[in-house]
């Protein structure tokens, strides 16, 4: 009896893990996905950066706020979650620079979208009632200010080749940013359940 006891107890204790299910942890797969995401923005290079100096735009990254320790655990999933989502609205705009082996593209799209569904797996749990809750700094507008700048520009640009390889490395810029916010929540133990 005391053996079926043990054995119970470990089962509860590993479901319970980072092995286990009953938490929302954050995967390995995810961040081979943002590397891999990262990976593709980098072989989307078609133009030299330097033809197109004229164009270039400081968008006003947040960056201070996804690689600081400004939020807490339920605000930088948040953010995380938002830029991802941004990212992947951005890339599937009606204009993508016709530049693009859209082979490479499609394959960007597919990331995000894996990030995504990755990411949702925990997005209920972990976002709940508490981003009503987030007081002076909205992180999450601050994101979506900065995304609607990107629009905006590639906008007044008319989708110009050019304005999208300066776009393609701000993207890069945000998507790194990203990557340091999943290596940060998972250092915060990786369980966005727990507070």
């Given at each position: 009896?005391?053996?079926?006891?043990?054995?119970?107890?470990?089962?509860?204790?590993?479901?319970?893990?980072?092995?286990?299910?009953?938490?929302?942890?954050?995967?390995?797969?995810?961040?081979l996905?943002a590397?891999?995401?990262?990976?593709?923005l980098?072989?989307m290079n078609?133009?030299?950066?330097?033809?197109?100096?004229?164009?270039?735009?400081?968008?006003g990254?947040?960056?201070?706020m996804?690689?600081?320790d400004?939020?807490?655990?339920?605000?930088a999933f948040?953010?995380?979650?938002?830029?991802?989502?941004?990212?992947?609205?951005?890339?599937?705009?009606?204009?993508?620079s016709?530049?693009?082996?859209t082979?490479?593209?499609?394959?960007?799209?597919?990331?995000l979208?894996?990030?995504?569904?990755?990411?949702?797996?925990?997005?209920?749990?972990?976002?709940?009632?508490?981003d009503?809750?987030l007081?002076?700094?909205?992180?999450?507008?601050?994101?979506?200010?900065?995304?609607?700048?990107?629009?905006?520009?590639?906008?007044?640009?008319e989708y110009?080749?050019?304005?999208?390889?300066?776009?393609?490395?701000?993207?890069?810029r945000?998507?790194t940013?990203?990557?340091?916010?999943?290596?940060?929540?998972?250092?915060?133990?990786?369980?966005?359940?727990?507070?």
């Open positions: 009896m005391a053996f079926v006891l043990s054995l119970l107890m470990a089962l509860v204790l590993v479901s319970y893990g980072p092995g286990g299910s009953l938490g929302c942890y954050l995967s390995r797969r995810l961040m996905d590397r891999e995401n990262l990976r593709l980098d072989r078609r133009l030299s950066p330097h033809s197109c100096l004229q164009d270039r735009k400081d968008f990254l947040p960056q201070e996804v690689e600081g400004q939020l807490q655990k339920d605000q948040s953010v995380l979650y938002e830029m991802l989502q941004q990212t992947f609205n951005l890339f599937y705009t009606e204009h993508p016709a530049a693009w082996d082979t490479l593209l499609e394959q960007l799209r597919t990331g979208q894996q990030q995504l569904e990755d990411l949702d797996t925990c997005r209920g749990p972990v976002m709940g009632e508490k009503s809750e007081g002076k700094m909205d992180p999450i507008v601050t994101v979506k200010k900065y995304f609607q700048g990107i629009h905006d520009y590639l906008q007044e640009k110009s080749d050019c304005a999208w390889e300066i776009v393609r490395v701000e993207m890069m945000a998507l940013s990203s990557t340091t916010l999943q290596k940060r929540l998972t250092k915060m133990g990786g369980d966005l359940n727990s507070p």
